[in-house]
């Protein structure tokens, strides 16, 4: 059975053939993960989370063009909200670590700024290194 009736049976509600699908490209899509986040743990769950979104949109796909590349397109857009989602949260790490106490008051508190703003986090973080 080719990939393009894989889907089409998947796509009239027979889900258990996406374990089918699933046994087709799970190592190459594993393979694609690793070599962009170098990690087994997010290589792994990013293969679920690919089959996951082919069984969501399955009707998006109209069958017109190649199974093969649908699924590569939803592993790039798999990738891209893992690489987004990892850096805010690095983004919200970094930002719990700059809020800092001191016993000066904000001088620029209210002022939007980027170069005011920009000063204040330096003084705060050479407050911070000389304590």
């Known amino acids: 059975m080719t990939d393009e009736l894989l889907m089409q049976s998947i796509q009239n509600g027979e889900v258990k053939d996406l374990g089918i699908l699933y046994e087709k ?3 190459a899509l594993f393979s694609y993960f690793i070599q962009l986040h170098q990690s087994v743990f997010v290589a792994e769950d990013l293969v679920q989370n690919v089959f996951e979104r082919i069984l969501k949109y399955k009707d998006q796909f109209k069958g017109d063009g190649n199974l093969r590349s649908w699924i590569y397109q939803i592993a790039r857009n ?4 893992h690489f987004r989602k990892e850096k805010k949260h690095r983004s919200d ?8 106490t001191t016993d000066q008051p904000n ?8 170069i005011e703003k920009d000063i204040y986090i330096r003084r705060l973080l050479n407050s911070r290194r000389t304590k």
């Open 93 to 100: 790490e970094i930002s719990g670590q700059l809020q800092v």
């Open 25 to 27: 490209y799970k190592k």
């Open 107 to 114: 001088p620029y508190q209210g002022w939007n700024g980027v």
């Open 78 to 81: 798999v990738s891209a909200d």
